[in-house]
């Protein structure tokens, strides 16, 4: 591990082009609730990659879109279940919305509990009471490759990760993925619904892809390096837990014991560290 490993202050937001027609949205500063999104280009055809959260956000996305291109987006891709990467499906009518299979199912049990969200994101509470939820229409189980004008699409589900029905959308040619939120840079991974040692597991498979650039749910745009960084992040996590779920001790109290210093101290959310721990005793226990 490099001795210093520093944490950037600040990234640009709003649409940045990776390859002609490949586009990352980025949302400073990835907290909880503000994702990222991206567009892909081909054509007259264009595809969206998740739909971000509240109407304000939605809108500020559809806005850049309009401003590089005047091609139909005529598919959304949802990389998972949470309300912010499909709170603002409702704002596209026109497209065709896929998802995994797990993806949809997840979406349609979980809901819009918008008084649960509005505890965890209080700032938001009005914006949630506008959301329309819209559920994928075409679903897909292992692979699924879309051609969008001159582009070529792969939608892959490597297992179980950050949710049960996370997707990764990958354009070989250009060496872009969307890693949704099986990938967060610089921010501590959202653990809510998560398998930790699937989701270790789904970053090992992502890593033998061919990529030079890699969009997170959550984050700047970065690369293989970085979502190394996070797996390493993931595997501490793992290794501590255990040791302590081993030692007899509570989750509560090995999570306040827990210390992922140096580096990791760094990276915004750390309070999500506890629900980590959570989810680690839960797949020690067998329950998950
Ligand atoms: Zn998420």
Same mark, same amino acid.
């Not at 401003?67 to 987006?73: E, G, L, N, P």
């Given at each position: 591990?490099?001795?210093r ?11 940045? &082009? ?7 949205? +980025? ?5 909880? %609730?503000?994702? =990222? ?10 595809? $969206?990659?998740d #739909?971000?959260? *509240? ?11 309009r ?7 005529r598919?959304?891709?949802n ?6 990467? *499909?709170?603002? =499906?409702?704002?596209?009518? &026109?497209?065709? +919305? @896929?998802?995994?299979? =797990?993806?949809?199912? &997840?979406?349609? &049990? ?14 938001? /509470?009005?914006?949630?009471?506008? +959301? ?20 070529? *699409?792969?939608?892959?589900? !490597? ?8 997707? !990764? ?30 989701? @270790? ?12 650039? @890699? ?25 501590? $837990? ?5 030692? %007899?001790?509570?989750?509560?109290? $090995? /999570?306040?014991?827990?210390? *992922? ?9 750390p #309070?999500?560290?506890? @629900? ?5 005793y839960?797949? !020690?226990?067998?329950?998950?």
């Open positions: 591990m490099p001795r490993r520093t944490v950037p202050r600040r990234w640009h937001g709003g649409l940045q &082009e990776l390859a002609p027609g490949v586009y990352a949205y +980025i949302q400073p500063t990835g907290a909880t %609730g503000v994702s =990222n999104a991206g567009l892909v280009v081909g054509g007259d055809e264009a595809l $969206a990659v #739909s971000l959260m *509240v109407p304000r956000m939605t809108r500020a996305f559809r806005r850049a879109i401003r590089v291109t005047q091609a139909r987006v598919y959304l891709v990389t998972h279940f949470h309300v912010d990467h *499909v709170g603002g =499906n409702q704002f596209f009518q &026109e497209a065709t +919305i @896929i998802s995994h299979v =797990n993806c949809r199912r &997840e979406l349609l &049990e979980f809901g819009l509990p918008i008084d649960l969200l509005s505890q965890l994101m209080p700032r938001y /509470a009005q914006g949630f009471r506008q +959301i329309h939820l819209v559920p994928a229409s075409i679903t897909y189980e292992d692979k699924m490759i879309l051609y969008v004008g001159d582009k070529e *699409v792969h939608l892959l589900y !490597l297992g179980r990760a950050h949710t049960q029905g996370d997707t !990764l959308v990958y354009l070989p040619k250009e060496k872009v993925l969307f890693a949704g939120d099986v990938a967060f840079f610089y921010v501590t991974p959202g653990p809510y619904h998560c398998h930790v040692s699937g989701w @270790i597991r789904v970053a090992d498979l992502a890593q033998q892809l061919d990529v030079e650039a @890699i969009v997170p749910g959550h984050g700047p745009v970065g690369d293989k390096k970085l979502l190394r960084e996070m797996r390493e992040y993931l595997a501490i996590v793992r290794r501590e $837990a255990r040791k302590m779920f081993r030692e %007899g001790l509570p989750p509560e109290e $090995a /999570a306040q014991r827990l210390r *992922v210093g140096g580096y990791y101290a760094q990276w915004a959310e #309070s999500r560290l506890p @629900i980590l721990v959570q989810r680690l839960m797949e !020690l226990r067998g329950e998950i």
